[in-house]
């Protein structure tokens, strides 16, 4: 092997909150689901990064992290302007919040972290969005989303099924979902445009429901919950569902001659062919194994060899306009909107309280 394939990169936190480490213990009896799964937790299951910094505004939660992953006071920062000066690090993660978002992530890109990690959604604005493609291209940073679905290995196997043409070609996919549209539904629009080899979207149509005191004019002021159609360039319709279907995400291949379904957010898969007498087929096996690990392998691979990320900054910009594009037809009584967006001034710009972090015994609060 060359020298560079067997580096290990020096990866640093901005923003210590739940996904960096502690919905650790949230998800670990969660059906399907396989650890490590946050940013922290993954890092230090990457045989090829070393956790070595952390940055966030508050003390309380650098303490915590640095306890529970042994990253010295002198490699804590309040500031993630002057960790990256200082540290140099290799790979970051940015999970804040999605209004705070852009400016790490381009500060990051133009002061020499090659390979950055960004929770979703990727911005509060498709403004803010550009500016984001803008300095991760033109400094060659390697770059993901955190809409870990494009990484698991179930979705893997259903593209190969699909690619390899036994159930005819792709026709319909359906996702049922629980959540607001930027912190849940972001995860879900990735994932139907990787199903479908991230093809263009030609138009969307959607509502939102109880969604009255959600946007202000221009302003998103509350997370909305939303659903509707997505139209692809290529025939293929997919249809966003706020079913109620259980508090999991289910999701449904539809092709010429049979269907794959993923249930209870990969508690099990299934595979129906229609010519079946039963109809019933074993869905192909694969190797489960953590997606935010992948995720993070996919930048080290990109860190390695120069190749394209799965989910580069690109692909992150065009499920990040379809959750504005949902928006923007809601906004015109549910009447279609064409992409690519054209003068989309939308932008959240939600008020949060940050919470106390907890004592000892407490439960940690859902905030980043």
Not at 8 to 24: D, F, H, K, N, V
Not at 125 to 145: I, P, R, T
Not at 250 to 266: A, D, L, W, Y
Request: charged share 25%.
């Amino acid at each position: 092997l060359k020298e560079s394939t067997m580096k290990t990169y020096r990866a640093a936190l901005i923003g210590c909150g739940i996904m960096a480490g502690p919905i650790e213990d949230e998800v670990r009896n969660i059906p399907g689901m396989v650890l490590p799964y946050s940013h922290a937790h993954s890092f230090q299951g990457c045989d090829r990064t070393e956790l070595v910094a952390l940055a966030s505004r508050q003390v309380a939660s650098l303490d915590w992290f640095g306890e529970n992953f042994h990253i010295e006071k002198r490699h804590q920062y309040t500031d993630y302007r002057e960790m990256i000066l200082k540290e140099k690090p290799d790979i970051v993660t940015v999970g804040t919040q999605p209004e705070e978002r852009a400016e790490r992530v381009i500060f990051a890109a133009e002061h020499g972290v090659k390979a950055i990690y960004a929770e979703k959604a990727m911005s509060a604005s498709m403004q803010e969005a550009d500016a984001m493609v803008k300095a991760v291209e033109q400094n060659g940073v390697a770059f993901n989303l955190g809409t870990q679905r494009r990484w698991d290995p179930g979705f893997d196997k259903m593209k190969e099924v699909i690619a390899s043409g036994e159930l005819g070609s792709l026709k319909t996919l359906i996702t049922h979902y629980n959540g607001t549209l930027a912190n849940t539904g972001s995860h879900y629009f990735d994932l139907l445009m990787h199903l479908n080899n991230d093809n263009p979207v030609s138009w969307v149509q959607a509502h939102l429901p109880d969604s009255e005191d959600a946007i202000e004019g221009n302003i998103i002021v509350k997370d909305p919950p939303g659903h509707g159609i997505i139209q692809f360039s290529n025939g293929v319709t997919a249809y966003v569902i706020l079913s109620g279907k259980g508090n999991a995400s289910e999701h449904e291949i539809i092709c010429e001659r049979g269907t794959m379904t993923q249930v209870s957010n990969g508690a099990s898969w299934e595979l129906r062919v229609f010519d079946n007498e039963d109809g019933s087929h074993q869905f192909p096996y694969f190797e489960p194994a953590s997606s935010t690990v992948k995720l993070i392998e996919d930048l080290v691979q990109s860190l390695d060899n120069g190749t394209t990320t799965r989910g580069n900054v690109r692909v992150a910009r065009a499920s990040t306009e379809l959750l504005f594009a949902f928006i923007e037809s809601h906004r015109n009584n549910g009447a279609r909107v064409k992409l690519p967006l054209k003068d989309c001034n939308l932008k959240f710009q939600i008020q949060r309280t940050p919470k106390p972090f907890p004592r000892d015994g407490e439960i940690w609060p859902m905030a980043r």
